[in-house]
């Protein structure tokens, strides 16, 4: 009965590239804590750094699955 089972080999998976967004993504979290914590100009600056690296890695990730896609 153990000759007759299909034997399936795994696939090797993708990894996606590497990528700096989520290191500037952290990085705007601890000014924006930083800043609540010592002065709102931080916590400013933090939110406009999440904001930009949020938006840069959703553009990546789409880019990425459009050319899984095709």
């Keep these: ?18 990528t700096y967004w989520p290191f500037f993504l952290a990085f705007g979290i601890v000014f924006i804590f ?3 914590l010592t002065n709102w100009f931080l916590s400013g600056m933090g939110a406009i750094v999440f904001v930009v690296a949020l938006i840069g890695w959703i553009v990546e990730i789409n880019k990425e699955i459009k050319h899984d896609e095709e």
């Design 34 to 36: 930083w800043g609540i």
């Design 1 to 18: 009965m153990m000759n007759q089972e299909k034997k399936y080999k795994a696939k090797p998976e993708e990894l996606p590239r590497p």
